[in-house]
């Protein structure tokens, strides 16, 4: 069965960091883009970050560039985001999501290419 599940969400205060982990079972995620994706309530979900499959090509949303890091370490299976400088516009629950893709880019990555989702993880982000 393939899954993909998130942790490491939790409560943090504003300025605070997290990093939130994506594994992976029952596959691979060599060969895969994965995007992390997150939604707040009251808010459609937006797209945060994605990194490529091939060659470690990143990209980040407007909102979370320069605070945020994402990464992927295929010996362990598992794709990474680290979040720093955490404000309250940050709180949501974070999703990451799978698309078997041998690329070197995932730029313009919709929601919809994507075909495998985790279970999400809630970030909240208060004093």
């Known amino acids: 069965q393939l899954q993909l599940v998130e942790s490491g969400g939790g409560l943090v205060q504003p300025g605070g960091s997290l990093r939130l982990s994506c594994a992976a079972s029952?596959?691979?995620?060599?060969?895969?883009?994965i995007g992390w994706f997150r939604q707040a309530p009251g808010k459609e979900r937006e797209g945060v970050s994605c990194?490529?499959?091939?060659?470690?090509?990143?990209n980040y949303a407007d909102p979370v560039k320069g605070r945020f890091t994402i990464s992927r370490d295929n010996a362990k299976n598992t794709v990474y985001l680290q979040m720093n400088s955490l404000n309250p516009e940050d709180t949501a629950i974070y999703y990451c999501a799978a698309v078997r893709r041998p690329s070197y880019s995932c730029l313009g990555y919709k929601s919809y290419t994507y075909n495998y989702w985790g279970q999400g993880t809630q970030v909240t982000v208060s004093s």
């Open positions: 029952g596959f691979s995620l060599e060969n895969y883009v």
């Open positions: 990194i490529s499959s091939r060659g470690g090509s990143t």
